[in-house]
């Protein structure tokens, strides 16, 4: 690791964790059964042949690279799941290796690794496992993942027993232990949640409360096939992500707690939005992204590990995809030249999916069970999952996301700090200027060419009618924005601001500008 991260987060060590216990050789052995060789005859894994197999046990980390190598020679879509599952296998085997390595005092040196020098053995099976999820999307392992991470926060938090029986953490322990791992001492952790240039609501999105299951449905049918924007409150008050206590999203250290004291990977974001210059992603822990982004305790100052770049340079990046999400993992990438300040979003990320007890918080609201009218063309295009899909959106104050459409109903849903939200109607769309198809032939129609932050009326300062100083679009042009979009000005909209346990049904097809006004943690549920 260069001088330049030397005091982030991913570098504290601390007495908590340097006395972590070893792995308990229950645990050892029952992994070591699960990951036997004993496939099924329909496993796929068998398509990768004999030798590879054989060498699971024996060499992890080279099976692990070469299954990397064949997973991006091919487009995501089109990668055989056996490359997929061989890098799955090939990772339990690796998190083996290294659990029995230090129960046996043999641990694998990963002073050559960028990414897993000095990390307790903990942090490195935790982040050996987050990539096999992220890369491989776990076609075949998922249960067994989740089980082993689950298990691990036991013995994070000391509270095994010789015989492997689970008991009961004391609560003031338990946050001395993340209070230490974060590096701030008896600190308190608080998320910052102040608000930053409050927009003023000229154009009030209609609100009303804990709307019935059949009022919304009413709602959905009674606009002529149009239904419109609803900000719906108190609809959210049963969920223990909000109501309780030991369960809340607003406490850093329930977030903490299960993400392992912030070992969890998480793919975050940098950059103002994803249609400026310089806008990237990267693969962090938790523990770094929330002690760099999202802490009432975080100043401008404090800069993220591989996140300070020079100018006229690009750090290293390999494509990573999970899902439908594309993420890219950076290399470690430092230089003292020029540092800057980029802000680090989670956004639009399953982390309900990789983290169940995050899903257990929350509960799917009734309105996305609601039935909607479409065309049969349209019902037969629709992407129709059995639940709705969930996504996760986590960072600090200033994080947005530019002007766009969504192919699905979304009922977005507040849980930690507030947003505002701006909404415009499909008939609105000749005067938002959409993109085409970009130079690396990305189809970006359901994004608008106008930045639209600046345009923004805030109880602080003036109306803007200039684009700040920024790397967006419209900033880089020399002409005034009504000279390029002289249609824009005419555009009709409805706005407002959600704080905690508020939702918002965006109806398909609406054009959205979302900003976070605090620290913000948000689900979105898209359904047809």
Not at 167 to 187: H, N
């Amino acid at each position: 690791m260069g001088t330049a991260g030397a005091n982030t987060a991913l570098n504290i060590r601390t007495e908590a964790e340097n006395n972590l216990p070893t792995p308990p050789k229950p645990l050892v052995d029952w992994l070591a059964a699960a990951v036997s060789n004993d496939f099924g005859p329909s496993d796929p894994i068998w398509a990768c042949g004999d030798s590879l197999i054989s060498a699971l046990q024996i060499l992890p980390n080279q099976v692990i690279r070469l299954a990397h190598e064949k997973l991006h020679s091919f487009p995501y879509q089109d990668v055989p799941i056996y490359w997929r599952r061989l890098f799955e296998e090939a990772s339990l085997h690796a998190a083996l290796k290294e659990m029995q390595g230090v129960a046996t005092n043999e641990r694998i040196d990963h002073s050559h690794s960028l990414s897993l020098p000095q990390l307790d053995w903990v942090s490195v099976v935790v982040e050996i496992l987050d990539k096999a999820a992220i890369i491989s999307g776990l076609p075949g392992r998922e249960e067994l993942i989740h089980r082993l991470i689950d298990t691990l926060e036991n013995v994070l938090y000391d509270s095994c027993d010789q015989d492997g029986q689970i008991q009961d953490e004391p609560s003031r322990k338990r946050r001395k232990i993340e209070k230490d791992v974060m590096g701030l001492g008896t600190e308190a952790l608080q998320f910052a949640t102040d608000f930053s240039h409050k927009p003023r609501i000229q154009h009030a999105i209609p609100t009303c409360s804990n709307l019935s299951f059949n009022q919304f449905q009413e709602h959905l049918l009674a606009s002529n096939d149009s239904p419109t924007p609803l900000i719906i409150q108190d609809a959210l008050v049963h969920w223990p992500a909000l109501s309780d206590p030991l369960r809340s999203w607003s406490d850093p250290h329930c977030l903490l707690r299960k993400t392992l004291g912030g070992r969890r990977l998480v793919p975050v974001e940098f950059g103002r939005s994803y249609t400026d210059a310089g806008w990237g992603q990267r693969i962090i822990t938790f523990r770094e992204f929330m002690s760099n982004c999202l802490l009432q305790q975080c100043s401008e100052a404090t800069m993220l590990s591989g996140w300070n770049v020079t100018s006229g340079e690009e750090p290293e990046q390999s494509e990573r995809q999970s899902g439908g999400t594309q993420v890219l993992a950076n290399s470690e990438y430092q230089t003292p030249k020029r540092k800057i300040n980029l802000t680090g979003y989670l956004a639009q990320h399953d982390l309900l999916a990789q983290i169940p007890s995050l899903r257990s918080d929350i509960a799917i609201p009734d309105y996305c069970y609601c039935a909607t009218s479409a065309t049969p063309s349209e019902l037969e295009s629709m992407l129709s999952p059995d639940e709705p899909l969930m996504n996760a959106w986590l960072g600090p104050g200033g994080t947005i996301s530019p002007l766009h459409t969504d192919p699905y109903h979304n009922i977005f849903c507040q849980v930690v700090g507030s947003k505002y939200i701006r909404l415009y109607a499909p008939d609105q769309t000749s005067h938002l200027y959409p993109h085409g198809i970009d130079e690396q032939g990305v189809d970006m129609s359901n994004t608008s060419q106008i930045d639209l932050q600046p345009f923004i009326s805030r109880d602080k300062g003036d109306f803007l009618d200039t684009p700040q100083a920024h790397d967006s679009e419209n900033a880089e042009s020399g002409s005034s924005v009504a000279d390029q979009f002289p249609l824009f000005e005419k555009a009709q909209y409805v706005e407002g601001i959600l704080g905690p346990g508020d939702c918002l049904y965006i109806p398909k097809g609406w054009w959205h500008y979302v900003e976070s006004l605090s620290t913000s943690f948000s689900v979105s549920f898209w359904w047809n």
